[in-house]
Nanobody, 126 residues
């Protein structure tokens, strides 16, 4: 099993930036495809972005394209989400997720992921 620990959330004004981190503990990080999801109050959890085990392929939700960047450092067992030009509608709890799969395509559906972090709150004020 792998344990995921998110950090980096907080309160920021619209137009600002935050960087989230997801540290993986327990297994070989490079065996896992990874993703970021978010859930706003009263809404379902939604895919934000994902990255393959090697980091060579990424995918983004249309709502964050051009503003968010996902990356991973397999040597440090950590995944990152750089969020720029934040908007109030980005306010949500952000979760990182992992599945042991060396696929060449990004996994975008939540039910394909086996491991989840506890979530970190991101609040963007207008």
């Amino acid at each position: 099993q792998v344990q995921l620990v998110e950090s980096g959330g907080g309160l920021v004004q619209a137009g600002g930036s935050l960087r989230l981190s997801c540290a993986a503990i327990g297994r070989t990080f490079s065996y896992y495809a990874m993703g970021w999801f978010r859930q706003a109050p009263g809404k379902e959890r939604e895919f934000v972005t994902g990255i393959t085990w090697s980091g060579t392929s990424t995918s983004y939700a249309d709502s964050v394209k051009g503003r968010f960047t996902i990356s991973r450092d397999n040597a440090e067992n950590t995944m990152y989400l750089q969020m720029n030009s934040l908007k109030p509608e980005d306010t949500a709890v952000y979760y990182c997720a992992a599945v042991r799969r060396r696929a060449t395509v990004v996994i975008t559906t939540a039910n394909e992921y086996d491991y989840w972090g506890q979530g970190t709150q991101v609040t963007v004020s207008s």
